[in-house]
């Protein structure tokens, strides 16, 4: 009698169609926020990137659990789904990317102000958008099903997905930066755009520099007031306004001589202007410049940004209401100290709450804000606009109607396509910047003022401008010249005009660096004080050419003579 040997049960295939959908189900809560960005075109590719590849994490829960798919994804599901409400309502009513800026704005603001925005973008169609993005997300889940793999494989799989999408990537970041806390921080940044860590980083983000910010104002309240002050205009109604630019390189101006028109409207109000020509920035970035250039640090005092009075501690010590309207990035770790100082303001308006600087954020935001504040019944105002100006990438920096230059005419000689393009987008952004500028201009002088408006950038930028036309951006290792050339242009209203000696035609040419600008405000504005040194002032009788230096004042041998870089 023989026996026979049971047939093998049939192999399962493999249920790749199940995958997909339960792929699309944990994307769906990310995904769909990082497409609209894509679409709108408000920032670049690598946040839809990041968002696709980490929505692979979720699958290791219901791989390794097959049996309860619907349960865990239900779960899963609901939390991914409540974050994402943030990070969707947001970029509806704004077109900005969740951020941890937007947490700050949303924890500093009242719930009159939260009424006020909620009013002013809310708009019916929202309703129905939020109805179907619910209904999408009830729907991909009735599609959810369970997708088998032997114990062994389901392991591995996990395995492989933990150690290339978390692992792998930190150890990489922090042998590139070269300590822990410091690649955590670039694999944080690389991971945000998917939720829910967009939420979990963000708020762990805001509490870090909300922290390190409070702890410079509780320095920057301990400052001693300036002593002896004086206001010739003591009184009297004024209205002060300071522009600080982003990387804008004078030298891509027609107002300074330029060939392209990048300056049409400055151009033709140029007769009410004072446009200084010879005026430079102590750094080529933003915080490092400001340091010096809003306060009483220089070269040779860095730290004097945290013991002596910011130029709009000196505004509010002369008895002005002080605003600070910012387009740049609110609250991140290299924008902390710009926070601060905007914090210093009596009242502040933050515009750009993006996740990253490079995004579409257009600096023609600040006209509707300065509106309201050049309306308010302070009779003494210092109103500051921060702008984006002309910083990278800078096709975002303007809309298409200003996409002017294209070709070659007037751009260095052997620029490859690509930069040719930049060159282009660069100047583009000049064009809009000039826009702006003018247009606040326009604004303030409406109202008929008895006051002044400075406008400077930062720091400059080379766009291929030096040596073989190679170098792009800033590098303060490899200094350039159009890294630290920038504009630096006055208009006074005829009030002002008449009640102060406002005729600098004789100083326009001096050599100057912003990081003495502190003194030549406060001449511009009538204040003296103990601390004014009017040799610093470029517009005294009194002034006294120095060195220009640039570099880290914090490693002396760094510094340079600007005059010396090579023309």
Known sequence: MTTSTPAAPPQRRFDWKGLIWLFVFFWYFSGVTQS????????????????????????????????????????????????????????????????????????????????????????????????????????????????????????????????????????????????????????????????????????????????????????????????????????????????????????HMSLYGYPRNTNPLLGQMRDQLSVFTNVVSPRPYTIESLQQVLTFADEKHPDLFLKTPSIVDVMKQAGYKTWWITNQQTLTKRNTMLTTFSQQADEQVYLNNNRNQNAAQYDGDVLEPFGKVLADPAPRKLIVIHLLGTHVNYDYRYPEEYAKFKGTDGTPPGLNADQLATYNSYDNAVLYNDFVVSSIIKQFS??????????????????????????????????????????????????????????????????????????????????????????????????????????????????????QLPK
């Open 36 to 251: 609209l960005i894509q679409i709108s075109g408000t920032s670049g590719f690598e946040g839809f990137r990041e968002a696709f590849l980490l929505s692979m994490l979720w699958l290791i829960p219901v791989l390794l659990f097959p049996a309860r798919t619907r349960l865990i994804a239900g779960i899963l599901g609901t939390v991914l789904f409540l974050c994402s409400l943030l990070s969707f309502g947001y970029f509806l009513i704004y077109q900005q990317e969740f951020s941890q800026s937007v947490i700050f704005v949303i924890f500093e603001s009242n719930n009159a102000e939260a009424g006020e925005y909620l009013s002013q973008y809310f708009h019916w169609w929202m309703v129905p958008a939020f109805l179907f993005y619910t209904l999408g997300a009830v729907l991909l889940w009735t599609r959810v099903r369970p997708v088998y793999l032997s114990a062994s494989k389901a392991t591995a799989v996990s395995v492989i997905l933990l150690i290339s999408l978390v692992a792998w990537p930190l150890y990489k970041q922090v042998q590139r930066t070269g300590t822990f806390d410091d690649g955590l921080q670039k694999f944080e940044d690389h991971i945000e755009p998917a939720v829910p860590w967009q939420l979990l980083i963000g708020y762990q983000s805001y509490r870090q520099q909300l922290d390190g910010m409070q702890e410079m104002l509780k320095v920057s309240a301990k400052v001693p007031p300036l002593t002896n002050l004086k206001d010739s205009t003591a009184g009297l109604p004024a209205t002060l306004v300071l522009i600080i630019g982003e990387s804008t390189n004078r030298g």
């Open 446 to 563: 409406a109202t008929d003022p008895n006051g002044f408006l400075l406008y400077l950038s930062d720091h400059g930028e080379d766009v291929y401008n030096s040596g073989d036309h190679t170098t792009l951006g800033r590098n303060e290792g490899r200094p350039t010249a159009p890294m630290y050339t920038i504009p630096f242009i006055a208009w006074a209203s005829p009030k002002w005009r008449a009640s102060h000696d406002w005729n600098f035609a004789s100083y326009l040419n001096r050599p100057y660096s912003t990081s003495s600008l502190i003194h030549s405000w406060s001449d511009m504005a009538g204040l003296t004080f103990d601390e004014h040194d009017v040799s610093k002032s470029i517009i005294s009788p009194y002034f006294v050419p120095r060195t220009r230096w640039i570099g880290d004042p914090y490693n002396p041998k760094t510094l340079s003579d600007f005059d």
